[in-house]
T-cell receptor, first 110, second 114 residues
Framework: GQQVMQIPQYQHVQEGEDFTTYCNSS?????IQWYKQRPGGHPVFLIQ?????EVKKQKRLTFQFGEAKKNSSLHITATQTTDVGTYFC??????????FGTGTRLQVTL | DTGVSQNPRHKITKRGQNVTFRCDPI?????LYWYRQTLGQGPEFLTY????????KSRLLSDRFSAERPKGSFSTLEIQRTEQGDSAMYLC???FGTGGYGYTFGSGTRLTVV
């Protein structure tokens, strides 16, 4: 079955450093969505990528979809303590195959 | 409309008891999803409804689990004869159509089976 792996599993950065999480699939992804889950919270939708090679930006966040639609990345420039949480990618596919990635937990310290 | 509402927020039950959770989705959303999340893992798909029809169930959903959405509005998830392995956060999400604008999650129900 499909596996959606994210690397790294965990990253600890100093505030102001950059951060990147990668989402890799064993099969071609349909559309990719990214979510942020704060500690003790629930996933919150960030963005959707649809097209091969697509790049979208939201302030300090840059999202990219790979050319072959088998991978995606989320890059945060100059992290802040408010960026703390776990970032998940989601392959929307068909409803029954909504598959979340394994997640990357980000810790930011001053 | 303040988003997806789930209750209770926490439930502690003894092994073997039945529990029921409720989810009230965003009123305009016709699709409703149930997920289960354990600590350090991503949410796992359980089942989803389009309006009142349950269209898909994960193989994770054993015969002890049943979900309903009787009028296409709120949904309930019942677990019968709970086991310790059922301890998890149960998340509900809703979307309009196929979720192109994202899935809106509730705050979840944390189940602890003792």
């Amino acid at each position: 079955g499909q596996q959606v792996m994210q690397i790294p599993q965990y990253q600890h950065v100093q505030e102001g450093e950059d951060f990147t999480t990668y989402c890799n699939s064993s099969t071609t992804l349909s559309n990719i969505q990214w979510y942020k889950q704060r500690p003790g919270g629930h996933p919150v939708f960030l963005i959707q990528l649809v097209k091969s090679g697509e790049v979208k930006k939201q302030k300090r966040l840059t999202f990219q979809f790979g050319e072959a639609k088998k991978n995606s990345s989320l890059h945060i420039t100059a992290t802040q303590t408010t960026d703390v949480g776990t970032y998940f990618c989601l392959d929307t596919g068909t409803a029954s195959k909504l598959t979340f990635g394994t997640g990357t937990r980000l810790q930011v310290t001053l | 409309d303040t988003g997806v509402s789930q209750n209770p927020r926490h439930k502690i039950t003894k092994r073997g008891q039945n529990v029921t959770f409720r989810c009230d989705p965003i009123s305009e959303h016709n699709r409703l999803y149930w997920y289960r999340q354990t600590l350090g893992q991503g949410p796992e798909f359980l089942t989803y409804f389009q309006n009142e029809a349950q269209l898909e169930k994960s193989r994770l959903l054993s015969d002890r689990f049943s979900a309903e959405r009787p009028k296409g509005s709120f949904s309930t998830l019942e677990i019968q004869r709970t086991e310790q392995g059922d301890s998890a956060m149960y998340l509900c999400a809703s979307s309009f159509g196929t979720g192109g604008y994202g899935y809106t999650f509730g705050s979840g129900t944390r189940l602890t089976v003792v």
